[in-house]
């Protein structure tokens, strides 16, 4: 099996299960409190590995407590973790709301996230040279972000671009990745546009190919989403479930797409694998505790 690489974010989550999401200056009770391993890169690369994947992780902890708990909890899911260098800031945190019917609302504060910089890249340059596919969020600082993306490319890795928290993206960086993984609020603000409405998909993704994106997967949650293949621009459908908790939704997505092309499987297969790893992972609660394993996966699968 080809070596995934991750690059990016580790977050401990602070998680406040609510009845609904407050208002704008509303006070309300929250009905629980808990911490769960998070942060999207780590989120991947959990999501990857419990499935049988083969994967490394490169990222930036503080030497306090949350940090050794992230750690160990990458070693505990058997990501490799010769790139995880810990530093004096404090690890990051994420403060998640989550309301009765799985939406969610979150406030990241980045911490030891954005010390990640391009010379600890050169120093685990060896690691990308290991890899196959290199997947990068954008929790990390922007240029580190570019500088990870042109080395992977540089080296004729593979490239996930999942561009959340999203901002405005150069075509450099696009015409860098393989494949750009992004849900339709993060499609608003790449393209610059307000509101896009649903007949308009099409036309705002093919604005970013002629920008030089390669492979475009636009994800619409219940909906299913788009895909470009070659020249088309294809649909695919979500499993119908009852959404319990929807944090890890698009990373589980993401680790499941990349542990599916590491398999060496065409992009519509890996899109109908991870679109059955997303509709179970909705379903529990918490970030990686709700990422399933083949088995689990296998046996929802049947049911459905």
Known sequence: ??????????????????EKLPKLGETILGETLYEN?????????????????NVSMIGKLGKDNYGEQLLLNLKDNNIKTEGIIRCDDITGTAVIEVDSKGNNSIVVIPGSN??????DLDSASDLIDKADIVILQQEIPMDTVEYALELAAEKGKITILNPAPAVKISEKVLAVTDFLILNE?????????????????????????NKGA?????????????YTEGEEIKEYKALKVKAVDTTAAGDSFIGAFALKLAENAGVSDALEFAVGVSALTVTRSGAQQSLPTQEELKLFLESK
Do not use: F, W
């Not at 391993?37 to 994947?53: E, R, S, Y």
């Not at 954005?114 to 010379?119: N, P, V, W």
């Not at 390669?214 to 788009?226: A, D, H, R």
């Open 37 to 53: 391993p998070g942060g999207k890169g780590a989120n991947q690369a959990v999501a990857a590995a419990k499935l049988g994947g």
């Open 114 to 119: 954005l010390k990640l910089s391009k010379e």
């Open 214 to 226: 390669k492979n475009i997967i636009l994800t619409l949650g219940e909906k299913g989403g788009m």
């Open 1 to 18: 099996m080809k070596h995934i690489l991750v690059i990016g974010s580790l977050n401990m989550d602070l998680v406040v299960k609510v």
């Open 185 to 209: 609020t993060e499609l608003e603000i790449i393209s610059g546009k307000e509101s896009i409405p649903e007949t308009e998909y099409i036309y705002t993704i093919n604005e970013l190919r």
